[in-house]
């Protein structure tokens, strides 16, 4: 029998997911929340649909419109910002964290070619 515990050597981590991948789960009907957190200026040149928008500068105070028991993919603009708010959201004890590889730009590249670029 297995046992996870909470230990430094198993601490809930931050996943990493590929564009394509993200992709084939929403397509399987994965129930995940989309965490877009670019600037609304941002959001209206594009978006993945379906995704909520809290801007990282606003993160702390709007956390509470999350569920931590949620499988959260935090999606920016190339995946540094997004990297941050996933960490900032591990601090507070969310534990089901996903971090875009190549953000949006990622996801216009190899997913939707149509999706306006910036």
């Not at 509470?64 to 708010?85: F, Q, T, W, Y």
């Not at 960490?87 to 004890?93: I, P, Q, T």
């Amino acid at each position: 029998m297995l046992l996870a515990l909470r230990t430094p050597t198993n601490l809930p981590m931050i996943q990493s997911i590929r564009p394509t991948e993200l992709k084939a789960r929403l397509d399987g009907g994965d129930q995940l929340v989309l965490l877009d957190v670019r600037q609304p200026e941002e959001v209206e040149i594009c978006q993945i649909e379906g995704a909520l928008n809290i801007p990282l500068d606003q993160l702390a105070s709007r956390s509470a419109e999350l569920d931590p028991e949620a499988e959260i993919v935090c999606i920016c603009h190339h995946g540094m910002r997004s990297a941050n708010a996933a960490a900032f959201l591990l601090e507070r004890d969310f534990e089901r964290l996903i971090n875009l590889t190549g953000g949006i730009d990622g996801w216009a590249a190899t997913v939707d070619p149509d999706m306006a670029r910036y």
